[in-house]
């Protein structure tokens, strides 16, 4: 049986093959700083934005309101703020949530502003 990281780290590598076959540019995946982590660091040319993804993997299709919290939310918006300032960025931002599932993955974008 998987262990939780493992499915993390599973479900991560299926993400980033999805971006990939969508066209974005993977930049980093589990990025650091002092707010958390950024699972994955992606560019999507086709909207010129650089989009940071949160990864879910789960085995049911919860509601996806329940799978980040408010705290989860502002931590992750402040490791976003961090990882454009360590890196100069100044150009669009967009936070989504990629859930996987055993029979799929989904998409939602800009978990941040909902």
């Known amino acids: 049986m998987y262990q939780p990281k493992q499915l993390g780290n599973t479900g991560e590598a299926q993400a980033v093959q999805f971006l990939r076959a969508r066209g974005y540019y993977i930049r980093h995946r589990q990025w650091h700083c002092r707010w958390g982590e950024i699972d994955i660091v992606a560019y999507d040319p086709s909207s010129r934005t650089l989009v940071c993804v949160e990864v879910k993997y789960r085995r049911t299709r919860d509601s996806q309101d329940e799978m980040i919290s408010w705290r989860q939310r502002q931590r992750l918006a402040r490791a976003i703020a961090a990882y454009c300032q360590a890196h ?10 990629v859930v996987v599932f055993p029979e799929g993955i989904d998409q939602t974008p800009n978990i941040l502003l909902q």
């Open 88 to 97: 100069d960025y100044s150009g669009a931002v967009r936070c989504d949530l």
